[in-house]
């Protein structure tokens, strides 16, 4: 079993829907939470991060974080097709020794 | 552009060669990271380098190796290359060697496609 687990997808939604990307994770040290984008054939951009439980917004995506489920999630409102790409999770713990985790990665589709 | 410059972008090569993937880290950015990403195993961790030094090594094969020159631009060396080897190599870079914590971000370069026929 994967330390961090997240559906492949494809998810397809129509534009202008709710959109929920989740991971879960087992490692219970894990701290913080980041959420990055990957376009076709690029590299991966830092979206969202999050430092422990709780919730943060920035314009129409929220990151959740539920440590006692080991569960996180990223919601985009009014999706848009430029919002279409694979959102990866990314986790790691406090320590120095740690390293990033992430997830498979989410393909997601907003059509126009 | 997220500051982070790999070359080539493109590689396409033969089983049993031997490559250089290059990087040069966002300025100020002192560790460097590479990752390679294939559609059956997603985004694995191979190497980190902190100004010069090795610091955690991930799933790389021994025929693979990874060097942080004084300069701070790091190459990553793949050799006997097999057909497996196809994927995307990514390069990152950050501040300090604690990547993700706090605001000592990762940032990703475009990466190098590596084809083996």
């Known amino acids: 079993q994967k330390e961090v687990e997240q559906d492949p997808g494809p998810l397809s939604v129509p534009e202008g829907a709710i959109v929920s990307l989740n991971c879960t994770y087992s490692n219970s040290a894990f701290q913080y939470f980041m959420w990055y984008r990957q376009y076709s054939r690029k590299g991966p951009e830092l979206l969202m991060y999050t430092y422990s439980s709780g919730n943060k917004e920035d314009g129409r995506f929220t990151a959740q974080v539920d440590k006692s489920s080991k569960y996180i999630s990223l919601f985009i409102r009014d999706s848009q097709p430029s919002d279409s790409a694979t959102y990866l999770c990314a986790m790691r713990g406090n320590n120095a020794g740690n390293m990033l985790t992430f997830g498979g990665g989410t393909r997601l589709m907003v059509k126009p | 552009d997220s500051g982070v410059t790999q070359t080539p972008k493109h590689l396409i090569t033969a089983t049993g060669q031997r490559v250089t993937l290059r990087c040069s880290p966002r300025s100020g950015d002192l560790s460097v990271y590479w990752y390679q990403q294939s559609l059956d195993q997603g985004l694995q961790f191979l190497i980190q380098?902190?100004?010069?030094?090795?610091?955690a090594k991930g799933n790389i094969l021994e025929r693979f190796s990874a060097q942080q020159f004084p300069d701070l631009h790091s190459e990553l060396n793949l050799s006997s290359l097999e057909l497996g080897d196809s994927a995307l190599y990514f390069c990152?870079?950050?501040?300090?060697?604690?990547?993700?914590?706090?605001?000592?971000?990762?940032?990703f370069g475009a990466g190098s496609r590596l084809t083996v026929l």
């Open positions: 380098y902190y100004n010069g030094e090795e610091r």
């Open positions: 990152a870079s950050s501040v300090s060697p604690q990547a993700g914590s706090g605001a000592n971000v990762l940032t």
